[in-house]
């Protein structure tokens, strides 16, 4: 049993009750954030669009997700980091709902950018409260079960929107999944304790210039701060477009086969998990520059012709992003001085920043030099994050903070 105002460890009731929530948190925002993913090459058909146009209905919100992420601190410090997530989880869902009723891509795509933002209130806060309440020994495990009920939620909202878009209409797709989210924020809601060391309370401490100064400063977490950039923007890209890939020809498989993708997630969910316990045992610094190179040898496995080379291909890069997001996200955690949610608030800036711009940009490389440019640019861009890894194996640690 934890003491009063001790941190939360593994094993514990409050631990139990702080995962099951974070799990549904996890899955309402990754769920409603991409389920629109599989659905691009069906709006491109609807609107007649590009596949960069079509892009834009997740580029859109990841944009504005990653701008809200860097206020989302200080709005959790005035209001309590429960209420806002809860009330985060709560707009996200009834917004994706009214994208079920949009009569114009332009009308869609304002309104999921609406829905980033109302989003915003969830993740960085969410990896603040975990950094704050579970002692550092279980934080890798606890953040590795909140990513995997992140990959869930990414892998469920392909999956089911991509099967009902086959039998009915992306419409329809869209709007159950709105409903889902309001379930999953009953359920986050009902099951989260109150955060003890991070409640609403007038603004104190340093501010975002000089909390942001503080975090640049450090001699670690500028370098942390950019590989999320380069591993989402490659792992979004990978998705984005290898559905048009397999719709086409030589492949031309169906929809739905195409969302069956998405289960590929099942391995994110494991290694997320498998990669927090890991790092908390044998060091961030020794497993991450690994788990990089399992990324690049997936990508390049996709190059080959064959739905069996381009599914075990997805899967190891599936695989690799999870663990090393993993890895990453709890390191930030563990080396951020106060304060801590704004350190949590830049990292995931930069994670859905990346998505935004690299899922972008790689529509136009996919349009003009197809599948073969795609996997030349984002291994490209992994080989930096390679190159990043290594750099890290040479910094020095930090003692761990003690809780407020």
């Known amino acids: 049993m934890n003491k009063p105002g001790a941190r939360i460890a593994a094993g514990s009731p409050a631990f139990r009750r702080i995962n099951r929530a974070m799990a549904f948190g996890g899955f309402s925002i990754f769920a409603l954030l991409y389920c629109v993913q599989p659905l691009m090459p069906l709006l491109g058909r609807d609107f007649r669009l590009s596949p960069a146009e079509s892009s834009l209905v997740l580029s859109v919100s990841t944009a504005t997700l990653a701008l809200a992420l860097l206020g989302s601190s200080s709005v959790a410090e005035r209001f309590g980091r429960k209420t806002v997530m809860v009330a985060s989880m709560i707009s996200g869902a009834v917004l994706t709902l009214a994208c079920a009723f949009a009569t114009s891509y332009p009308q869609l795509v304002a309104v999921r950018g609406l829905m980033g933002l109302m ?15 579970i002692e550092p020994t279980s934080l890798g495990l606890s953040m590795g079960m909140y990513i995997s009920g992140s990959a869930f939620g990414g892998m469920s909202g392909r999956v089911i929107s991509a099967f009902i878009s086959d039998v009915a209409s992306w419409r329809v797709a869209v709007g159950l999944l709105g409903a889902a989210g309001l379930y999953a924020a009953w359920e986050f809601s009902r099951s989260l304790p109150p955060s003890r060391h991070g409640g609403a309370r007038p603004a104190r401490g340093p501010g975002f210039v000089e909390g942001l100064r503080i975090h640049l400063r450090d001699p670690g977490l500028p370098w942390l701060f950019a590989l999320p950039f380069l591993l989402m923007g490659t792992f979004v890209s990978l998705y984005n477009y290898i559905g048009y890939r397999l719709l086409a020809p030589p492949f031309g498989l169906r929809q739905s086969a195409v969302g069956l993708l998405s289960l590929l997630y099942l391995l994110g969910i494991f290694s997320s998990m498998w990669a927090g316990k890991l790092g908390d045992r044998l060091g961030r610094r ?119």
């Open 119 to 133: 989003l915003g209130g969830l993740p960085a806060v969410a990896m603040a409260y975990l950094s704050d309440e």
């Open 286 to 404: 020794n497993v991450l520059w690994l788990l990089m190179g399992v990324m690049i040898a997936g990508l390049l496995v996709t190059l080959v012709d064959s739905v069996v080379a381009v599914v075990l291909g997805v899967g190891v890069a599936t695989f690799g992003f999870f663990a090393a997001h993993s890895v990453t996200s709890s390191w930030v955690g563990r080396r951020a001085q106060p304060p801590q949610a704004l350190a949590s608030g830049i990292y995931l800036f930069f994670y859905y920043l990346g998505s935004s711009v690299v899922g972008w940009f790689t529509g136009y490389v996919y349009e003009h030099w197809a599948w073969p440019g795609v996997v030349a640019l984002l291994g490209a861009i992994l080989g930096i994050g390679l190159l990043i890894a290594l750099r890290l194996r040479t910094l020095a640690p930090v003692p761990v903070h003690p809780a407020p």
